[in-house]
T-cell receptor
């Protein structure tokens, strides 16, 4: 069974600084997808970034980028130039195999200090 | 934009009541999901549906049932609400043939059972 682990329950970053959120996963699949979702205090879960396992190039979306290490089964999220609006719960999620659903980590609560 | 709506943002029910949580998506997605979110536990899958009239148990189906009579609507039913079902409930959808595999979430329903 696939598992997703986020080892940092809480993180804090100063505004305009860079922060990295960690995620590791376990799978025997070779073809899968990884995601980072953001859930602000208003609760709407939104997709931040997606990485296909077959792609060697790390995904980027504006200030958000990932460090995808397939052999190490690691998928970290880097947020550059942090903004107050980045404060939220961040969830790492895995999609692969025969399942149709996502497997989520337990989340990391990110605080941004002005 | 994909829109997933949930019938209530906040709901308070009494122990033993039958509770219906409704979810509607407007993008003709085949797959729909119900998750439960609790602090420190992340998102856990209750039930999902591949298409109309179809349903599959997730990781924590006990005490819940679902109904999918129309493609756009997926209902979660608590047959006899109990206090341990006090939680945040999130609905999500995705297209079966989508290239990205990500799910689109509703705003959530905070259910309190007293």
């Amino acid at each position: 069974a696939q598992t997703v682990t986020q080892s940092q329950p809480e993180m804090s970053v100063q505004e305009a600084e860079t922060v990295t959120l960690s995620c590791t996963y376990d799978t025997s699949e070779s073809d899968y997808y990884l995601f980072w979702y953001k859930q602000p205090p208003s609760r709407q879960m939104i997709l931040v970034i997606r990485q296909e396992a077959y792609k060697q190039q790390n995904a980027t979306e504006n200030r958000f980028s990932v460090n995808f290490q397939k052999a190490a089964k690691s998928f970290s999220l880097k947020i550059s130039d942090s903004q107050l609006g980045d404060a939220a719960m961040y969830f790492c999620a895995f999609y692969g195999g025969s399942q149709g659903n996502l497997i989520f980590g337990k989340g990391t609560k990110l605080s941004v200090k002005p | 934009d994909v829109k997933v709506t949930q019938s209530s943002r906040y709901l308070v029910k009494r122990t033993g009541e039958k509770v219906f949580l409704e979810c509607v998506q407007d993008m003709d997605h085949e797959n729909m999901f119900w998750y439960r979110q609790d602090p420190g536990l992340g998102l856990r899958l209750i039930y999902f549906s591949y298409d109309v009239k179809m349903k599959e148990k997730g990781d924590i189906p006990e005490g819940y049932s679902v109904s999918r009579e129309k493609k756009e609507r997926f209902s979660l039913i608590l047959e006899s609400a109990s206090t341990n079902q006090t939680s945040m409930y999130l609905c999500a959808s995705r297209p079966f043939w989508g290239t990205g595999r990500e799910q689109y979430f509703g705003p959530g329903t905070r259910l309190t059972v007293t």
